[in-house]
């Protein structure tokens, strides 16, 4: 139900717990009003104050899907994810364990660039095309939710965009698996949907190629 407090109102909806990650939220998806939805893991925080401007700058963009930030883990020097790489056998957290002080390949974790994916620990979409694409598929209830809701933006004509100028970090890491394997249940699922695009056209292979990665 609503709560009014001193200076705003929000909703709370109350679900049951066998319903899983992805139905919650687009139960809340569907009772809220704005233009935009952001999704934000209870476990981040900030010190920049700028984050949610850099998210709405590539989202308000007509041709943008999903908008994602840079991840720190708890020490605040070592990301835990910047975005989605699609492999055959696993999607990867892309520059995960990296230093702050360590350029990756081509510096892309410090370039605004258009990727495959962003996980939902921090993504900005519009509400509209949200429902365009019908929210999360609630076949996932722990993964892979994120990324088969970023391939359909993709399938839509969308792109989906990820950007180093909004940082939050963990407030406590979790388990850290660099790789979400898909010989479970749900990735078999999700392998059987997106069999023809579990190759990244924005991974390494892509770059070497020349393709350009950049916005």
């Keep these: 139900g609503r709560i009014e407090t001193s200076e705003s109102s929000f909703y709370v909806e109350q679900m049951d717990d066998s319903c899983g990650a992805y139905a919650s939220l687009n139960a809340g998806a569907k009772i809220s009003r704005g233009k935009y939805l952001l999704f934000l893991?209870?476990?981040?925080?900030?010190?920049?104050?700028?984050?949610?401007?850099?998210?709405?700058m590539y989202a308000e963009q007509p041709n943008i899907g999903a908008v994602g930030g840079k991840i720190f883990l708890s020490d605040n020097e070592h990301i835990y994810a910047t975005n989605y790489l699609l492999r055959y056998r696993e999607i990867r957290?892309?520059?995960s364990g990296l230093s702050?002080?360590?350029?990756?390949?081509?510096?892309?974790?410090?370039?605004?660039?258009?990727?495959?994916?962003?996980?939902?620990?921090?993504?900005?979409?519009?509400?509209?095309?949200?429902?365009?694409?019908q929210g999360f598929d609630e076949h996932f209830k722990e993964s892979l939710g994120d990324v088969d809701l970023c391939l359909r933006f993709l399938k839509m004509g969308r792109r989906n965009v990820f950007t180093p100028y909004a940082e939050m970090r963990l407030l406590a890491d979790p388990p850290h698996k660099e790789a979400i394997p898909l010989n479970t249940t749900e990735g078999e699922y999700f392998s059987r949907i997106w069999a023809d695009h579990l190759q990244d056209k924005y991974g390494h292979v892509s770059y070497e190629e020349g393709e350009d990665d950049g916005i």
Excluded: C, H, Y
């Design 100 to 133: 702050r002080s360590v350029l990756g390949d081509w510096a892309r974790e410090r370039l605004v660039r258009n990727v495959t994916a962003v996980p939902i620990e921090m993504m900005m979409v519009k509400r509209d095309d949200f429902f365009v694409v």
């Design 41 to 56: 893991s209870e476990n981040l925080t900030t010190g920049q104050n700028d984050w949610l401007e850099e998210l709405v």
């Design 93 to 95: 957290r892309e520059f």
